[in-house]
């Protein structure tokens, strides 16, 4: 392709909204335009770069035996609410009615569309197993969207959905997605990780969620650089301290500490480690009657020691918390407590509460806790002698690096990563809810065992830039530059031998296959430079009448920092071994 033929439009500065790199890159590389809040034109340098990403998700979603279908953006609200997704899922479901003031939904997802299909087109074991995907456009309404094609909300995902005979044939069909993700993003050309993860949301057990490592990321990835343990911080396990608890060596003391409300001030007020104070986070359930009124409400006090933080999805799997929590309000903490914040503890109740420990908190002796009262604080606090033994101990916190590795080989490490895949493995969550069955080997209904898998198209790209960037703009993986190669004359206008090798070099590679733009614009080395380098094309070939009177052309690779010289007749071959086609 020429770029005269082609459209290109950079800018010099970002503008001002663009927070992240990728944001800002994109912008300045005519990737994308902004058209409102998180909805964006795919410009067609932009667009190249999705559609190599959807061809290699593409192939190797067949390869796995996948079969391709498109399910409609609007949807009927009717089988959202048999899953009773259209009043739980909130706000992020955009929900719109037709001339007929019928309810819609704009699809985030399709597990209730793919289910649908399922029951009326599955109907016996035989056609066991399948697998439907789909690269659509999504919506979600996103109540902040920022960082451009990172958390739009309007983006393309494929997601695919597997339905099977019982639980051992789904997962074995998970695992067949597992290695095939796997095989996309060793394609894409991008360090990754698969972690363990939580399901969220969509439900289900068996998770894992693939990351693109960068500094800049959004998630905490844990790992063990020892062995091949990863999960994301929400799942990684912080395991019970080894050995018994020590025995009380203090006196529990009511101690003055004036105007110091958080554990971090106490600590520093008292001259003890952080690790050993204690901090109350006091949560509530509430139970609702046939009207959706709350009838009821139980407050809990979780404790955690003062270094840690708590894990809000292994906290909503604790036994009453499955149905959900909130933060207590300060007038049920002062109710309880008969105390403001910021000096609560489990000592001298006004009523009682739900008591969960953490598991290092459970073996922590003569710790520092909240007094009930203003401006006090206890030290020397042991469970048995001072309070009861805790209600329930249970881990509540994320790791931190140095935690035990959970399979035992070692510690953990963390690092910042990007979520562009998810694989789960859902049970009959939808099926049940849906009634979808087929007719077994013993010729009852039963509700298909289903897997849910989704890449992120658009949002891949904006991860590849964070991950691969420098100064000067992006460094695309050769798989999905929006060209592989460029090749840049300098005065073609002006030399027909320059206008001649550049030309018989374009169609050489053209012809191999090679993905490759010939910049005939006529812009200065300077400017003309400047844009490949912040557009990323990874392999730069420069054609000047002074290098072809000596036989040579000038190559650089995009992460190189000067070019090198190659005879002219070389230049093919030199490029065919650099290349992949």
Request: net charge negative.
């Given at each position: ?6 459209f ?5 500065e970002?503008p ?12 300045r590389?005519g ?10 034109n795919y ?7 999705i559609?190599?990403v959807?061809?290699i998700v593409?192939e ?7 079969i391709?279908?498109?399910?409609p953006?609007v949807q ?12 739980k899922m909130?706000?992020?479901?955009l929900r719109?009615?037709d001339r007929?003031?019928r309810d819609f ?18 109907r016996?074991?035989?056609?066991l197993?399948?697998n ?6 999504k919506?979600?309404d996103?109540r902040?969207?920022r ?6 909300r309007?983006?393309i995902?494929?997601?695919a ?7 051992a ?5 998970y ?9 996309i ?8 990780r698969?972690?363990?993860a939580?399901?969220?949301a969509?439900g289900g ?7 693109v490592?960068a ?11 020892s062995?091949d ?6 799942k990684?396990?912080?395991l ?10 203090q006196?529990?003391?009511k101690?003055?500490?004036?105007g110091?409300s958080?554990c ?26 046939e009207?959706?009124?709350v ?10 020691r003062?270094?840690h933080?708590?894990?809000e ?6 036994p ?13 903490i ?10 609560l ?8 509460v739900k008591?969960v420990?953490d598991?290092e908190?459970?073996?922590l002796?003569d ?13 020397g606090v ?9 209600e329930?101990?249970a ?8 935690d ?18 998810h694989v ?18 013993d010729g009852?209904p ?10 992120g ?6 991860a590849?830039?964070e991950?691969?960037h ?5 460094i ?6 929006p ?5 840049c004359p ?12 550049a030309?018989?070099l374009?169609?050489?590679l053209a012809?191999?296959g ?8 006529g812009e200065?080395?300077?400017a003309?430079?400047a ?8 392999h730069?070939v ?7 009177k000596e036989?040579q052309?000038?190559?650089?690779h995009?992460r190189?920092t000067?070019?090198?010289k ?5 230049v093919l071959?030199?490029l ?5 086609v």
């Open positions: 392709m020429k770029a005269s033929q082609f290109i439009s950079t800018l010099k970002a001002a909204d663009a927070e992240v790199v990728s944001h800002k890159l994109m912008m590389a990737m994308i335009k902004k058209l409102g809040a998180g909805v964006y410009m067609p340098i932009g667009l190249r770069v559609r190599k959807e061809a593409r190797e979603m067949n390869r796995a035996g996948a391709e279908v498109t399910m953006v009927p609200a009717e089988l959202w609410q048999e899953t009773g997704r259209f009043e909130g706000p992020e479901l719109i009615k007929h003031d939904v704009i699809q985030p997802t399709s597990e209730e569309v793919v289910t649908d299909i399922a029951r009326q087109e599955l016996s074991y035989k056609q197993p399948k439907f995907y789909q690269i659509q456009t919506f979600r996103e902040r969207p960082f451009g094609l990172m958390r739009g309007e983006f995902m494929k997601d959905y597997s339905f099977d005979r019982d639980q044939a789904a997962k074995a069909s695992q067949v997605m597992a290695q095939a993700y796997r095989r993003f060793d394609r894409f050309g991008l360090t990754y698969a972690v363990a939580d399901s969220g969509i057990d068996l998770s894992e969620e693939f990351q490592i500094a800049t990321g959004e998630d905490a990835i844990v790992y063990c650089p062995s343990y990863a999960a994301n911080i929400e990684a396990e912080a019970a301290p080894a050995g018994p608890r020590p025995a009380p060596a006196a529990l003391t101690t003055p500490t004036p110091k958080t971090a001030d106490v600590a520093e007020l008292l001259g003890l480690p952080l690790a050993q104070t204690v901090k109350s986070l006091v949560l509530a359930t509430d139970t609702l009657n009207h959706g009124e009838a009821k409400s139980q407050v809990w006090l979780l404790l955690l003062g270094d933080d708590m894990n999805v292994k906290v909503g799997k604790l009453g918390m499955e149905g959900g929590f909130r933060f207590a309000t300060v007038a049920e002062e109710d309880h407590f008969g105390c403001k914040p910021g000096y503890g489990p000592l001298n109740l006004q009523k009682p008591v420990a598991r908190v459970a073996v002796a710790w520092v806790c909240g007094a009930n009262e203003v401006d006090f604080h206890l030290t042991n469970w048995g002698r001072d309070l009861p033994e805790p329930l101990v881990d509540l916190r994320n790791v931190v690096a140095g035990a590795s959970p399979d035992g080989q070692g510690v953990l490490a963390i690092e910042r990563g990007i979520e562009v895949g789960f493995y859902l049970g009959t969550k939808y099926s049940k809810a849906m009634n979808a069955t087929f007719l077994g080997e009852k039963a509700h298909f065992e289903m897997g849910c898998y989704g890449i198209v658009t949002r891949l790209p904006a590849a830039i991950q691969n420098d100064e000067r703009g992006i695309w993986p050769d798989a999905i530059a060209f592989t190669v460029v090749i300098i005065g073609m206008d002006r030399s027909a031998e320059v206008k001649a090798a030309e018989k374009h169609d050489e012809a191999l090679v993905d490759v733009l010939l910049d005939d614009r200065r080395p300077g003309m430079f844009d490949w380098e912040l557009i990323g094309v990874p730069r420069v054609l000047s009448d002074r290098g072809l036989g052309v000038e190559y650089q995009r190189d000067a070019a090198s190659l005879a002219l007749a070389d071959s030199f065919k071994e650099r290349v992949a």
